[in-house]
């Protein structure tokens, strides 16, 4: 999984960036494409305009991505509540 934090001025070059994305798009592929953070940043990587700091972590990372992940995370979650990792209520102080 991927988390990122940004400055606020990575929203000026996701700006730019984003005119010349539509700009390339034919009106057929238009609500199929998508303008991908990973490749935004690995083009900016490769014109020396931005850096990345890589933190790692040994936790284990759940998503959602379709419908039929949903059980799957669930019960995970429900084993880190089980194990202490979790409160039950996760914003109860």
């Given at each position: 999984?991927?988390?990122?934090?940004?400055?606020?001025?990575?929203?000026d070059m996701l700006e730019d960036g984003?005119?010349?994305?539509?700009?390339?798009?034919?009106d057929c592929e238009a609500m199929k494409?998508?303008?991908?953070?990973?490749?935004?940043?690995?083009?900016?990587?490769?014109?020396?305009?931005?850096?990345?700091?890589?933190?790692?972590t040994a936790d284990k990372w759940f998503?959602?991505?379709?419908?039929?992940?949903?059980?799957?995370?669930?019960?995970?979650?429900?084993?880190?509540?089980?194990?202490?990792?979790?409160?039950?209520?996760?914003?109860?102080?």
């Open positions: 999984m991927n988390m990122w934090g940004l400055p606020p001025r990575f929203l984003f005119a010349e994305f539509l700009d390339g798009l034919e494409k998508e303008y991908l953070l990973p490749k935004i940043i690995d083009k900016l990587l490769a014109e020396k305009k931005a850096q990345v700091t890589l933190l790692e998503g959602v991505t379709y419908k039929d992940d949903k059980a799957v995370v669930v019960e995970a979650i429900k084993a880190l509540i089980e194990q202490g990792v979790y409160k039950k209520r996760l914003f109860d102080f």
